[in-house]
């Protein structure tokens, strides 16, 4: 997320109340998780498995919960609790804004898109031209969808990430405000839900399709002229490469890339990451040819046993 106006390091500290290490004007761009940090931003860690990948990330500004070496051409925010800070600042930046009308004032809709009954279309939502929205689709704040994109009935765009910090008091939830993207002639089935990225977008590229009851969590990145069939679970920060086919009651694990033209056949769980251009299968993945060879051996061990005691 990209703050509307650059930011001074001492305004950022005296909406956390923390301390700081850097100049008083360091300049803040943004803020962002380590995965889509750039120049600018601000990143969090509060975990010193993670100190030196988020000290040594394209981020400039570190909000940890340790005083240590600052890097040169980096900023400091020592915080008692990291994940908390990085919320406020989440809520300071990007408020919730309630709305009391169906379709915001705020909302841009392009020419030729029809918008059927009982869709709701949040604030500073923008749909392009030729679009077809049925009935019943709920579409949060901020999204963006291009032009020709086609959306039935139920689906859901931009609800919150599932991202959870386990405290001995209950879940505390990392609050979301990124983003939906959806580029030129994306179609989603009906009762899909895509959830927004926590500070980038979860973005699904031109032309790939989505079957019915499919789900994409948080900053995951689909790529373009993909096939993703029913009941299929993508999990956050998946990266999904080009002309991938994926069928039906597939789940991934967070965090994995999916190769180009890689075709995951269906009820395979994705437990790592695969190479494009080939076919896979099972749980935990394997490519196709194989784990149906395995399979076929397993159906001859009766056959081996009763040989041995013969």
Same mark, same amino acid.
């Given at each position: 997320?990209?703050? $509307? ?5 001492? #305004? ?24 889509? *940090? ?10 010193? #498995? ?16 340790? =005083? ?5 051409? %980096?900023?400091?925010?020592? @915080? ?7 919320? =406020? ?15 915001? /004032?705020?909302?841009?809709?392009? $020419?030729?898109?029809?918008? $059927? ?19 019943? +689709? ?10 020709? *994109?086609?959306?039935? @009935? ?31 002639? +994306? ?14 977008? /979860? ?12 789900? +994409? ?7 373009? %002229?993909?096939?993703?069939? @029913? $009941? ?10 080009? !002309? ?5 009651? +597939? ?21 790592? @990451? ?11 993945? !394997? !490519?196709?040819? !194989? ?6 051996? *397993?159906? %001859?061990?009766?056959?081996?046993? %009763?040989?041995?005691?013969?």
């Amino acid at each position: 997320m990209k703050f $509307q106006t650059p930011q001074h390091l001492s #305004k950022i500290a005296s909406i956390i109340e923390c301390d700081f290490v850097g100049a008083d004007d360091f300049p803040v761009l943004g803020m962002n998780e380590i995965h889509v *940090v750039a120049a600018g931003d601000i990143v969090f860690v509060d975990h010193p #498995k993670y100190y030196d990948k988020a000290l040594a990330s394209k981020a400039t500004v570190v909000l940890i919960n340790k =005083k240590v070496a600052c890097p040169e051409g %980096k900023a400091l925010l020592i @915080s008692d609790d990291p994940f908390r800070d990085f919320n =406020k600042l989440s809520q300071y930046f990007s408020p919730f804004e309630k709305s009391n009308i169906s379709i915001s /004032t705020s909302a841009k809709i392009g $020419q030729n898109t029809i918008i $059927q009954p009982n869709v709701f279309i949040g604030n500073n939502v923008n749909i392009g031209e030729d679009c077809l929205i049925h009935a019943n +689709v709920t579409i949060y704040d901020n999204c963006v969808l291009g032009n020709h *994109v086609t959306i039935h @009935s139920g689906t859901i765009l931009g609800a919150d990430a599932f991202y959870y910090k386990n405290r001995p008091t209950g879940f505390d939830k990392l609050v979301s405000c990124g983003r939906v993207v959806l580029e030129d002639h +994306v179609e989603l089935g009906a009762l899909c839900t895509i959830d927004k990225g926590v500070t980038g977008d /979860t973005t699904i590229k031109e032309g790939t399709k989505l079957d019915n009851q499919v789900h +994409v969590g948080h900053d995951t990145v689909i790529g373009k %002229k993909c096939l993703i069939a @029913s $009941q299929t679970g993508i999990a956050g920060c998946v990266i999904i490469e080009d !002309e991938v086919t994926i069928w039906g009651q +597939v789940g991934t694990n967070s965090g994995i890339t999916i190769g180009k033209k890689a075709v995951i056949m269906g009820q395979t769980g994705v437990t790592k @990451s695969v190479e494009g251009g080939k076919s896979y299968f099972g749980t935990p993945i !394997e !490519e196709s040819r !194989e784990k149906l060879k395995q399979l076929a051996y *397993v159906k %001859k061990i009766p056959d081996i046993l %009763k040989r041995l005691e013969e």
